[in-house]
T-cell receptor
Framework: KQEVTQIPAALSVPEGENLVLNCSFT??????LQWFRQDPGKGLTSLLL?????REQTSGRLNASLDKSSGRSTLYIAASQPGDSATYLC??????????????FGQGTELSVKP | NAGVTQTPKFQVLKTGQSMTLQCAQD?????MSWYRQDPGMGLRLIHY???????DQGEVPNGYNVSRSTTEDFPLRLLSAAPSQTSVYFC??????????FGPGTRLTVT
């Protein structure tokens, strides 16, 4: 059974610091991996999607990497800002074939960026 | 585009009552799904659909029914609400190998 883990559960950094959030999964048979951001009391906002054949994706100050063989993904945030404070979730779409919109989520990393 | 919309935003039910959470998307997405989010448990898949007329169970389907008669709508029915169904419910949609988009959520309390 696929399981997704995010460590640490919470992280506090000063503004301007570069940081890395970690996501690990137990089964390397994934179709893709998606990183989300969730603000308190809000829905999920998609940040980056990495297909199983890709190694990384970039959007602005965000860079996500994927290493299927080791079951790991990282989300790198450059020059963090207080507005980056939120919970970051990673989710895998399991299986080597497209099985629809099924996602398995980690429990998230709650990020706080202090001014 | 409105994206993924969910109604209501908040709901309080008494144990044993039934209700339907509505989800609609205007992006012509083939895939739609329902998740619940609970503290310490993360988001878990309840039911999903890969197209009109096709639905399947996720990780926690008990106590919930779905149907998908149109591409746009994917309602979630609680048959007889229980306090264990107190949660935040999210609907999502997507297509092909691409991103899944989430609605704003429905906060449900069952007393």
């Amino acid at each position: 059974k696929q399981e997704v883990t995010q460590i640490p559960a919470a992280l506090s950094v000063p503004e301007g610091e570069n940081l890395v959030l970690n996501c690990s999964f137990t089964d390397s048979a994934i179709y893709n991996l998606q990183w989300f951001r969730q603000d308190p009391g809000k829905g999920l906002t998609s940040l980056l999607l990495i297909q199983s054949s890709q190694r990384e994706q970039t959007s602005g100050r965000l860079n996500a990497s994927l290493d299927k063989s080791s079951g790991r993904s990282t989300l790198y945030i450059a020059a963090s800002q207080p507005g980056d404070s939120a919970t970051y979730l990673c989710a895998v779409r399991p299986g080597i074939y497209n099985q629809g919109g099924k996602l398995i989520f980690g429990q998230g990393t709650e990020l706080s960026v202090k001014p | 585009n409105a994206g993924v919309t969910q109604t209501p935003k908040f709901q309080v039910l008494k144990t044993g009552q039934s209700m339907t959470l509505q989800c609609a998307q205007d992006m012509n997405h083939e895939y739609m799904s329902w998740y619940r989010q609970d503290p310490g448990m993360g988001l878990r898949l309840i039911h999903y659909s890969v197209g009109a007329g096709i639905t399947d169970q996720g990780e926690v389907p008990n106590g919930y029914n779905v149907s998908r008669s149109t591409t746009e709508d994917f309602p979630l029915r609680l048959l007889s609400a229980a306090p264990s169904q107190t949660s935040v419910y999210f609907c999502a949609s997507g297509t092909g190998a691409y991103e899944q988009y989430f609605g704003p959520g429905t906060r449900l309390t069952v007393t």
